[in-house]
């Protein structure tokens, strides 16, 4: 299925370094005191915690009917044994890994001899649970064409709704020392799984198919529901125990797999080993595939402003030069044009320089912004004027070479621009007072560019604007992705979430500065929005709102239709606009047009905010 794509050489590598390292237990020190073909069964291997209590310890003659075949990334097959024993936490299942293409077929009763080990998924350092399996094995065919055990079916009854134990303070936080408990845990409950041959039934699709052939269900139609299909994470406590990631055994030239979007259903019965992978965690890889039902899920289209009301909008454009084909600088023009309904300032993120990820020194955006500018014209839209601060290069993170930044889009038509001597990638912007209301010494500008916060990250750009006579501050930011944290399957529980804390000093840098407009005018129209990279009840999103000098608009919608973004499975909030107190009367919008389709202009969603200054 990966054979195609990039993440399969991550995969390989992956294998390779925990070859190397041990963390597959090939060594020969492991092999020490080899289990007899006698004692040992599947069940004893997996044991009654994450961890197999046979960690390194060779074992022979494990028997079981190979129940699923994987002939790419990590190559290997499941075996499972049919004469279960009478402990819920104990799976039947596991994984045999083999590199090279296995020589089984399903169906087949096999006698497996190797070595008991624990692998990774994306490194110790991920955080990520351990797959339980048998390395470098010895394997005899003993008969063929066997039916298979019957598959555990998984569904709304079966699955808990508690999410995962509190982590044991002594392991770190760890939950793999614990003894399962799959009546109460929703990931005790698909651990005590692992490897063994599931099967659910119809199921609404929570996340599009992605280019890397996975989408995912829930088999809980009912948790926590939005109305157009998705499933909400709404807190730090509700992951939604009834996602489950599907991939298929199949190779994509011989099956392809089947294309959906959030609230199209997965029809019928989907069948096979339950993995557990760095891309999703728990994973139904699917023998037997069910049949994509195509929804009436179609993109939204805002209102569009009054005379009187200003529309701004934020718009992640997902790593935009003029190496991209044409259609992507029309379809995202389309959007901005037909869906967003032309607001009168767009803020972009990630626009990168005229040659993209060509890591030359180029740090001009002028040729993308003229691409994309013209493009809104060519779909009936506004001349858009724009206003940006080329970064020093590779100063800002993002895909080396591109040089990403935030720009302002205004139409001039209906808004103007201040240029208050146009700041520089170094030079800071500040708060002035003129005529008794707020002024920024530098506009465009960069708040506190020096400030360690904002190592490799993107720099706030303010900017000041005149609408009907009534200035309006505009604040443009990109914070720290979410790379590095720990998914929400991980070994840790809670999960560690590392990349908060840079957000964290972004956002008080960003709060401070807004705090500086509102002593100079506290009456002052400000708007902080952008790609915060971070949940509405956040510690970002508090830290931003601190003191009452911001408020996250996006609460003002009910709590269903909060979400900006789809990642496995939870559609959640990245995309915030943030209001100053005097902007109270407001209509807000999160305009589903790509993150619930599997075919995507940008993988955000933008976010429309109408007001009367």
């Given at each position: 299925?990966?054979?195609?794509?990039?993440?399969?050489?991550?995969?390989?590598?992956?294998?390779?370094?925990?070859?190397?390292?041990?963390?597959?237990?090939?060594?020969?020190?492991?092999?020490?005191?080899?289990?007899?073909?006698?004692?040992?069964?599947?069940?004893?291997?997996?044991?009654?915690?994450?961890?197999?209590?046979?960690?390194?310890?060779?074992?022979?003659?494990?028997?079981?009917?190979?129940?699923?075949?994987?002939?790419?990334?990590?190559?290997?097959?499941?075996?499972?044994?049919?004469?279960?024993?009478?402990?819920?936490?104990?799976?039947?299942?596991?994984?045999?890994?083999?590199?090279?293409?296995?020589?089984?077929?399903?169906?087949?009763?096999?006698?497996?001899?190797?070595?008991?080990?624990?692998?990774?998924?994306?490194?110790?350092?991920?955080?990520?649970?351990?797959?339980?399996?048998?390395?470098?094995?010895?394997?005899?065919?003993?008969?063929?064409?066997?039916?298979?055990?019957?598959?555990?079916?998984?569904?709304?009854?079966?699955?808990?709704?508690?999410?995962?134990?509190?982590?044991?303070?002594?392991?770190?936080?760890?939950?793999?020392?614990?003894?399962?408990?799959?009546?109460?845990?929703?990931?005790?409950?698909?651990?005590?799984?692992?490897?063994?041959?599931?099967?659910?039934?119809?199921?609404?699709?929570?996340?599009?198919?992605?280019?890397?052939?996975?989408?995912?269900?829930?088999?809980?139609?009912?948790?926590?529901?939005?109305?157009?299909?998705?499933?909400?994470?709404?807190?730090?406590?509700?992951?939604?125990?009834?996602?489950?990631?599907?991939?298929?055994?199949?190779?994509?030239?011989?099956?392809?797999?089947?294309?959906?979007?959030?609230?199209?259903?997965?029809?019928?019965?989907?069948?096979?080993?339950?993995?557990?992978?760095?891309?999703?965690?728990?994973?139904?890889?699917?023998?037997?595939?069910?049949?994509?039902?195509?929804?009436?899920?179609?993109?939204?289209?805002?209102?569009?402003?009054?005379?009187?009301?200003?529309?701004?909008?934020?718009?992640?454009?997902?790593?935009?030069?003029?190496?991209?084909?044409?259609?992507?600088?029309?379809?995202?023009?389309?959007?901005?044009?037909?869906?967003?309904?032309?607001?009168?300032?767009?803020?972009?993120?990630?626009?990168?320089?005229?040659?993209?990820?060509?890591?030359?020194?180029?740090?001009?955006?002028?040729?993308?912004?003229?691409?994309?500018?013209?493009?809104?014209?060519?779909?009936?839209?506004?001349?858009?004027?724009?206003?940006?601060?080329?970064?020093?290069?590779?100063?800002?993170?993002?895909?080396?070479?591109?040089?990403?930044?935030?720009?302002?889009?205004?139409?001039?038509?209906?808004?103007?621009?201040?240029?208050?001597?146009?700041?520089?990638?170094?030079?800071?912007?500040?708060?002035?007072?003129?005529?008794?209301?707020a002024a920024l010494t530098h506009s465009p500008g960069r708040i506190d560019p020096a400030n360690p916060a904002w190592t490799d990250s993107r720099k706030p750009l303010a900017g000041e604007f005149v609408f009907r006579g009534r200035t309006v501050f505009v604040i443009a930011n990109h914070f720290s992705s979410?790379?590095?944290?720990?998914?929400?399957?991980?070994?840790?529980?809670?999960?560690?979430?590392?990349?908060?804390?840079?957000?964290?000093?972004?956002?008080?840098?960003?709060?401070?500065?807004?705090?500086?407009?509102?002593?100079?005018?506290?009456?002052?129209?400000?708007?902080?929005?952008?790609?915060?990279?971070?949940?509405?009840?956040?510690?970002?999103?508090?830290?931003?709102?601190?003191?009452?000098?911001?408020?996250?608009?996006?609460?003002?919608?009910?709590?269903?239709?909060?979400?900006?973004?789809?990642?496995?499975?939870?559609?959640?909030?990245?995309?915030?606009?943030?209001?100053?107190?005097?902007?109270?009367?407001?209509?807000?919008?999160?305009?589903?047009?790509?993150?619930?389709?599997?075919?995507?202009?940008?993988?955000?969603?933008?976010?429309?905010?109408?007001?009367?200054?």
């Amino acid at each position: 299925m990966r054979s195609s794509h990039p993440r399969s050489a991550a995969v390989a590598a992956l294998v390779a370094t925990a070859l190397a390292s041990g963390l597959l237990a090939g060594t020969a020190d492991a092999a020490e005191g080899a289990v007899s073909a006698d004692s040992v069964r599947i069940h004893d291997i997996q044991g009654t915690t994450r961890i197999s209590p046979l960690n390194g310890k060779a074992v022979t003659g494990v028997q079981g009917i190979v129940t699923g075949v994987r002939t790419y990334g990590s190559r290997g097959f499941w075996i499972q044994d049919p004469d279960a024993d009478d402990n819920p936490a104990t799976s039947e299942g596991i994984f045999v890994f083999t590199s090279s293409a296995p020589t089984v077929a399903v169906g087949d009763a096999v006698k497996v001899s190797g070595t008991v080990g624990e692998y990774v998924p994306g490194g110790a350092a991920s955080g990520n649970q351990s797959v339980t399996q048998i390395a470098k094995p010895t394997v005899t065919v003993l008969s063929s064409g066997n039916a298979l055990p019957e598959a555990t079916v998984v569904n709304e009854y079966s699955v808990p709704a508690e999410y995962a134990p509190a982590g044991d303070p002594a392991a770190g936080g760890s939950i793999n020392g614990l003894t399962l408990d799959p009546s109460r845990y929703a990931l005790d409950y698909y651990e005590s799984l692992e490897g063994m041959n599931i099967r659910i039934g119809t199921s609404r699709v929570v996340g599009a198919t992605v280019p890397y052939a996975e989408l995912w269900v829930t088999v809980k139609g009912w948790e926590n529901t939005v109305k157009r299909g998705g499933t909400l994470y709404g807190s730090y406590e509700s992951q939604n125990t009834g996602r489950l990631q599907i991939q298929q055994l199949a190779p994509l030239a011989q099956q392809p797999f089947p294309v959906a979007n959030v609230g199209d259903r997965l029809t019928g019965t989907t069948e096979g080993p339950l993995d557990f992978n760095q891309f999703g965690g728990y994973t139904l890889v699917a023998r037997t595939l069910g049949t994509v039902k195509a929804g009436t899920l179609a993109p939204e289209k805002t209102k569009a402003q009054s005379p009187g009301e200003l529309a701004v909008a934020t718009y992640n454009v997902e790593n935009l030069d003029p190496t991209d084909p044409q259609e992507k600088f029309d379809n995202l023009a389309k959007a901005v044009v037909q869906n967003l309904a032309s607001p009168d300032i767009v803020a972009l993120e990630e626009i990168q320089d005229d040659n993209g990820a060509k890591n030359d020194g180029t740090v001009s955006a002028e040729e993308t912004i003229k691409k994309f500018t013209a493009a809104v014209v060519a779909a009936g839209g506004p001349a858009y004027e724009w206003r940006s601060i080329s970064p020093e290069n590779g100063k800002d993170g993002g895909e080396p070479g591109g040089n990403i930044r935030q720009v302002f889009l205004f139409n001039p038509a209906r808004v103007s621009f201040t240029d208050r001597a146009a700041g520089d990638a170094l030079t800071a912007t500040g708060v002035a007072r003129e005529n008794g209301k707020a002024a920024l010494t530098h506009s465009p500008g960069r708040i506190d560019p020096a400030n360690p916060a904002w190592t490799d990250s993107r720099k706030p750009l303010a900017g000041e604007f005149v609408f009907r006579g009534r200035t309006v501050f505009v604040i443009a930011n990109h914070f720290s992705s979410k790379g590095g944290d720990e998914g929400l399957a991980s070994q840790h529980q809670p999960p560690v979430r590392k990349s908060e804390e840079k957000r964290l000093l972004q956002a008080q840098a960003v709060n401070t500065f807004v705090k500086d407009i509102l002593a100079a005018d506290k009456n002052a129209d400000v708007l902080a929005l952008g790609d915060i990279n971070d949940f509405e009840f956040s510690n970002t999103a508090k830290a931003l709102e601190d003191g009452g000098a911001l408020f996250s608009a996006i609460k003002s919608l009910p709590k269903a239709e909060r979400y900006s973004y789809v990642y496995q499975g939870n559609a959640q909030v990245l995309d915030q606009i943030l209001v100053s107190p005097a902007i109270k009367n407001y209509a807000y919008d999160s305009v589903h047009i790509n993150a619930e389709f599997s075919v995507q202009n940008s993988d955000h969603d933008p976010q429309v905010l109408r007001f009367r200054p």
